[in-house]
């Protein structure tokens, strides 16, 4: 599975978008883009993934370029509840694996 | 999330002690895993299992064995605890590609 990379830290105001980047340049053509989060060790929660297409669920947006070498996860109005850590993973579907990195930790400020 | 659940939620115990945590599911999904994660660190796969009679090891099985008593039920022992095992720990199930974590379990060995 591909190695990726996510900045350490980064916070925004509540109400505003929230953009997370991720950088999976070694993404294989099979492999999918999937982001988690972890809300003060909670168990990590499912957010969305996408393959090549950008996506748009209840919860968020995620952005794929067109290269696949990097992804944006939008959170479009961030909420104080949303401060957690989000992990970008890369892939196979059919793959068992899950391998979190650090992940980027998200604050949002009143 | 509801679907899964983790007994103890919380649990202290001594050098040497066996100790089971337990995990319970709802979603009817064959597959589940056991993850523990370290302060700061993001999570790691411990063992996984496909279904009732499968099971295999993750990355850092060692001083950890597992039960898969039904398709709801995945079990975690520690034959023998020792203190580097303090950690938050937990279950996950699945279908082909989305992970749903339970509330995870804090044990502390002293």
């Known amino acids: 599975d591909a190695k990726t990379t996510q900045p350490t830290s980064m916070d925004c105001a509540e109400g505003r978008a929230a953009n997370l980047p991720c950088n999976h340049s070694t993404i294989s053509g099979n492999e999918y883009v999937y982001w988690y989060r972890q809300i003060h060790s909670q168990g990590p929660q499912y957010i969305i993934h996408g393959l090549k297409n950008n996506e748009t669920n209840e919860m968020a947006s995620l952005i794929i370029t067109e290269d696949r070498k990097s992804s944006t996860l939008i959170l479009p109005h961030a909420t104080l509840r949303d401060t957690a850590v989000y992990y970008c993973i890369v892939r196979v579907d059919s793959s068992y694996k899950l391998i979190f990195g650090s992940g980027t930790r998200l604050l949002v400020r009143p | 999330d509801a679907d899964v659940t983790q007994t103890p939620r919380n649990r202290i115990t001594k050098t040497g002690k066996r100790i089971m945590l337990e995990c319970s599911q709802t979603?009817?999904?064959?597959?589940m895993y056991w993850y523990r994660q370290d302060p700061g660190l993001g999570l790691r796969l411990i063992y996984y299992?496909?279904?009732?009679?499968?099971?295999n090891k993750g990355e850092i099985s060692d001083g950890y064995s597992v039960s898969r008593q039904a398709q709801a039920k995945f079990s975690l022992s520690l034959e023998s605890a020792i203190p580097n095992q303090t950690a938050l720990y937990f279950c996950?199930?699945?279908?082909?590609?989305?992970?749903?974590f339970g509330p995870g379990t804090r044990l502390t060995v002293l």
């Open positions: 996950a199930t699945s279908d082909f590609d989305t992970q749903y």
């Open positions: 299992s496909f279904d009732v009679k499968d099971i």
């Open positions: 979603k009817g999904h064959d597959r």
